[in-house]
């Protein structure tokens, strides 16, 4: 199945062989995502509020690159690094989901950089007709690129 790497301007080299998101057959991928900053290097350390939202915000970027919005989203896979963050981690994450929400799991886990305090990969999903219509990665409206 083809793929679409999606970047959006102005983001930071990843840590790993990895893009930001892809997009096959509709389907929006986007990786695991840190509160980083462009050079990789964990920001609001102590803050897991502002480190939700900077994740979030991240994400967003990656969504509206791909041509949808946060109402779009399906599914969330979360990972903390401490229960004790779950609370603050939901505040912000209801302000970014404020109506129908998607589907998500949440689990505590190690992170590549210990003053990372949670990470989300997410799906966004597109229906064909509106992907035909709307999706800025394929050019022109009707056009396939793959």
Known sequence: MPKTSIIPEGSGKPLAPYVPGSMADG???VAG??????????VHVGD?????RHVLETIKGVV????????DV????IMVTDWAHYGAVNKVYAEYF????????????GLVKPDAWWKSPVLRTW?????????????????RRW
């Open 27 to 29: 389907i929006v991928y």
């Open 98 to 109: 404020p109506g129908e929400k998607p589907a998500r799991y949440c689990i505590q886990c």
């Open 127 to 143: 229906g064909r007709d509106e992907q035909e219509r709307t999706d800025p990665l394929l050019g022109k409206p009707g056009s």
């Open 48 to 52: 897991p509020e502002a480190q939700t």
């Open 64 to 71: 509206e690159t791909a041509g949808g919005t946060m109402d």
């Open 74 to 77: 399906t599914f969330n896979m």
């Open 33 to 42: 995502t840190l509160p980083f900053d462009k050079d990789n290097n964990v």
